[in-house]
């Protein structure tokens, strides 16, 4: 998506609206993905398209480094496909993750989104809003 952007932009000067469902032929693996995660690293590229176009020194979106310890990604609730059961999570695509829960979410609590983080220690993480 990034790669596409940056060339439609060099040959026409606009930003392009491309979604993650357009590639999915292309790269059989993004299937494998849930669509939340995929929406939100669009909206994630749209918003750094945003800030640069806004903001001239904030420089242009980049590629993502090998290099970097930052591994994430970031899921939405819809329909009841995020739930917390007895130790457990069970995220899109995923099976029940056991999960070692620091703090009782009460039970008014409406789920928004799951952001999973892996540290360089292969350590995972998981951000619930």
């Known amino acids: 998506m990034l790669s596409d952007r940056i060339e439609y932009y060099e040959l026409t000067g606009k930003s392009l609206n491309n979604t993650p469902a357009k590639y999915k032929k ?7 993905a849930d669509s939340l995660a995929l929406a939100n690293a669009q909206l994630n590229l749209n918003k750094a398209y945003r800030n640069h176009f806004r903001d001239k020194a904030t420089g242009s979106p980049k590629f993502k480094s090998k290099k ?5 990604y970031t899921t939405n609730y819809v329909n009841g496909n995020i739930r917390l059961m007895d130790g457990y999570i069970v ?3 995923l099976k029940a993750v056991r ?3 620091h703090r009782d ?16 220690t292969g350590k995972y993480y998981a951000s619930i809003r």
Not at 26 to 32: I, S
Not at 68 to 72: G, R, T
Not at 108 to 116: A, F, G, N
């Open 26 to 32: 292309e790269f059989e693996w993004l299937k494998e």
């Open 68 to 72: 970097s310890n930052h591994q994430s």
């Open 91 to 93: 995220l899109p695509k």
């Open 99 to 101: 999960i070692k829960q």
């Open 105 to 120: 979410i009460p039970d008014d609590h409406k789920l928004k989104s799951v952001t999973i983080s892996r540290t360089p």
